[in-house]
């Protein structure tokens, strides 16, 4: 807190000080409240209880913010169920507050099966006799026989978690809709932050995988594992019409999924649905995917009315399950809301803006051009003054002055050097409307890193603080900036993710803010067709023409 807030929540209101002071709660509060009666007494009125919202309340306290939450709010319309240990995890029932896009209503009937599935992953979950059993039957070497399974025996998906945030981020999303829709329930891998990072989201339970776990080096599964469901396929060990082999032995007690980005044609049977009829006699399995695998989902038959009931606006599938399952940790919260009232609360608009680079691109004049032209042209951003030397026509500069409040951008990147051009360039020059732009940046890491829990943090963190904002612009194929437009319920204009002969394609505003699948498989197992051709709602992603995304429209 500033020395000026100290003294003006300390002492009486004292007029002569009253610039100083208000000059640092400006810096610091929701536009909302910056509005003036005239009278002294009402503003000091307003500043105390301003500067009691900032320093008086616990850090529950949101009634600083332009929307106190209400408890319809602070649940997203039944999303989230009451009755979770407030302490151990502010930003669960408080992000509501931090965000002026209320996002999508959930359907009814999603908000049904998550209660469901959350009774689901109860009675089934670590330290029940159900897992007990069920990890006692894993050690056997076979699933229960179908005749032998007990209608109390519950089946599990083990989701393994690897690579980046966003990556991490997206196959767990993805493994917990497969999960809902085929009733296992969903253990995620804890190993990279998983469990640091991220509060329980199901009450009462753990979603966790536990140390003893018996499947000793299942991180290590990969093409070579004998379990391979691609590779028992190819081989025959599992045939979906049976044969007699098949018929006579009891399903495998595991079989593990690979959808990593090398997957045989084999793997993508996954999305199949005489292979997911397979699948299900299966008692556990074990996941690996970097990806939205969500758009091959809705190419299985099998799934498809479920799908439909469960998400009737199919452009926002990972902004449900993104807001249902991902909630910061304290720390994390900690990150998000501090640099959020400092740099973005007080804000007319906020913009975020995601720079992606890899390392031969650290500091791209073209990408920089990109940025430039994008948030101007597409009017996210005042355009600037083309010369230094030049002021806004003094009517523009008079009605800056008197009301229009800046606008804040805060840019992600792994590098500075985006921002400190973006920043300059803002204020050697004036914007042709005289409105004055504040650009930040949270952190420039300088490169990524791997289980560094300070990093993955501040990732994390950040693309939090993206998905507040009001409009935003993404790199695109970034899982990073997936995560943020999802949960932030906006569609973004996307940079192009490199130079392509030393000139950089102008941004474009995606079909949906619909995370991309990059790896998709094929249409229907036996005619192998153009998925993102053929299926409504399914259609080839802008910035990976390979790739499948949802989106709501279907004449894209
Ligand atoms: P993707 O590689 O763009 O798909 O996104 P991922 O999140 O999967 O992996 C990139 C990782 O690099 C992140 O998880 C961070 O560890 C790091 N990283 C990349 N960009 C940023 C950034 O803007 N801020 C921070 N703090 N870390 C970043």
């Known amino acids: ?24 709660v400006l810096m610091t509060m929701p536009p909302l409240v910056v509005i003036f009666s005239g009278r002294i007494g009402d503003q000091a009125m307003w500043i105390k209880t301003a500067v009691d919202g900032i320093r008086g309340g616990t850090d529950d306290d949101v009634s600083f913010m332009k929307h106190p939450t209400t408890s319809h709010d602070k649940l997203l319309g039944g999303l989230l169920v009451d009755g979770f240990d407030q302490e151990s995890c502010h930003s669960r029932y408080q992000s509501a507050a931090y965000r002026r896009n209320a996002g999508r209503r959930p359907s009814e009937h999603l908000v049904s099966k998550l209660r ?11 330290g029940t006799a159900a897992y007990s059993a069920a990890v006692e039957q894993l050690k056997s070497g076979k699933s229960p026989a179908a005749a032998e399974a007990s209608p109390e025996a519950c089946r599990y998906l083990v989701s393994i978690s690897y690579r980046g945030l966003g990556n991490r981020i997206l196959a767990a999303a993805s493994a917990f809709l497969y999960a809902m829709l085929t009733d296992r329930v969903l253990l995620v891998d804890p190993s990279n932050e998983m469990g640091e990072l991220f ?34 396929r190819e081989d025959r060990v599992l045939r979906p019409d049976g044969g007699e082999a098949a ?5 495998p007690a595991f079989a593990y999924i690979h959808l990593d980005y090398n997957q045989t044609d084999y793997d993508k049977l996954f999305f199949c649905d005489e292979d997911q009829r397979l699948l299900s006699s299966i008692q556990w399995l074990v996941m690996r995917t970097d990806s939205y695998i969500v758009p091959g989902l809705f190419l299985v038959d099998a799934f498809q009315d479920e799908l439909a009931a469960l998400f009737p606006e199919r452009d926002a599938v990972f902004h449900h399950l993104g807001r249902y399952l991902f909630h910061p940790t304290n720390h994390v919260w900690g990150l998000v809301t501090r640099y959020y ?43 600037v003054l083309d010369d230094t030397d030049q002021e806004p026509p003094a009517t523009a500069a008079a009605s800056a002055r008197r009301g229009l409040r800046p606008s804040a951008v805060v840019i992600t990147s792994l590098k500075s050097w985006y921002y400190e051009k973006m920043k300059g360039m803002y204020w050697e020059r004036a914007t042709e409307s005289g409105e004055v732009v504040v650009f930040d940046q949270p952190s420039h890491e300088e490169q990524q890193m791997y289980g560094v829990r300070a990093h993955e943090r501040k990732a994390w963190a950040e693309m939090y603080l993206l998905s507040t904002t009001d409009v935003l612009v993404t790199t695109g194929t970034s899982t990073f900036g997936y995560v943020a437009q999802g949960l932030g319920g906006l569609t973004p204009w996307v940079l192009p993710r490199r130079e392509v ?56």
């Open 1 to 24: 807190m500033t020395k000026a807030l100290q003294a003006a929540g300390g002492k009486p209101w004292r007029p002569g000080k009253m610039s100083t002071v208000l000059v640092a």
């Open 116 to 126: 469901r599935h959350e009774d689901l992953q109860r009675r089934c979950g670590p």
């Open 199 to 232: 509060c329980e989201p199901f009450a009462g339970t753990t979603w966790l995988l536990p140390p003893e776990f018996p499947l000793v080096g299942y991180q290590g599964f990969y093409l070579h594992t004998a379990e391979r469901y691609g590779k028992m």
């Open 247 to 251: 018929a006579a032995a009891p399903p």
């Open 341 to 383: 009232r400092g740099h973005l609360a007080w804000a007319r608009r906020r913009v975020g803006i995601q720079v992606r680079v890899s390392s031969w691109e650290w500091e791209s004049p073209e990408i920089l051009r990109t940025i430039t032209s994008c948030t101007q042209d597409e009017g996210l951003l005042p355009r």
């Open 501 to 556: 002969n030393g000139t950089a394609p102008p941004c474009r505003r995606d079909m949906s803010m619909e995370p991309c699948f990059h790896v998709a498989p094929l249409y229907d197992c036996k005619r192998w067709e153009d998925a993102g051709k053929i299926v409504p709602h399914v259609r080839h992603c802008h910035d990976m023409p390979a790739g499948l995304k949802l989106v709501d429209r279907t004449e894209w």
